[in-house]
């Protein structure tokens, strides 16, 4: 039974290509693991909060230490973290806002980054302990960012890339729907995009 989660931070609705290409994802991982269960989080409609000065301090403080106000404070986190954790399988919705990530997408990053549960410190540097998973990016963007000259202005993939290795989920691929306004390229834009997808 494979544990899939599906992360959505696009503001575009039903007219998201990042969506579009998730749920794509999702049904080639469910062609290969008919056993299977689907969790959606979609982090736009719930509006996380910033990372902030109070959460941030719970974070450090014993679980058994906590006061009932600062369990409060961190069951978000907590709760983000242990759905993480659970899964076997996470496709992550990026689209690229002016160079970047969304916002929303930032502050699950922030909740889930917990030293201690999702990484620590080793004599070596840091050891990131969500191991195991297996990671697909549906990353869309109106240019073209995988080569030429936009490739310098892309901080979604390589940020990913290196901020999901920091917490240990090193087995990751991008799939990518680029030149969505890009006369010449945007008619088949997302064809290329769902033709790509590969599940390994």
């Known amino acids: 039974m494979k544990r899939i989660l599906h992360i959505i ?65 961190i069951s978000f986190s907590d709760e983000v973290v242990n759905q993480l954790l659970s899964a076997d399988i996470i496709v992550i919705g990026a689209p690229l806002y002016n160079f970047t990530i969304h916002t929303a997408l930032k502050a699950w990053i922030d909740y889930i980054t917990r030293a201690g549960i999702t990484f620590g410190y080793g004599e070596n540097g840091p050891v990131g302990k969500v191991t195991g998973k297996k ?26 890339k290196a901020f999901l290795g920091f917490l240990g989920m090193t087995g990751q691929t991008v799939f990518r729907a680029e030149g969505l306004k890009v006369p010449g390229i945007k008619d088949h834009a997302m064809d290329k995009a769902i033709a790509s997808i590969v599940i390994d």
């Not at 959606?40 to 679980?63: C, D, G, M, S």
């Not at 990016?137 to 990913?160: H, K, R, T, W």
Request: glycine letters at 6%.
């Open 135 to 160: 990671v697909y990016v549906a990353m869309s963007s109106g240019g073209i960012y995988s080569e030429g000259p936009g490739q310098v202005n892309d901080f979604v993939a390589p940020y990913l």
């Open 9 to 73: 931070s696009s503001i575009q609705g039903k007219e998201s290509y990042s969506i579009k290409l998730g749920q794509a994802i999702i049904r080639k991982i469910q062609e290969k693991y008919p056993e299977n269960t689907l969790e959606e989080l979609n982090l736009v409609e719930i509006e996380i909060p910033h990372l902030n000065p109070t959460v941030l301090r719970t974070f450090f403080i014993p679980a058994d230490q906590l006061t009932p106000e600062e369990k409060e404070s």
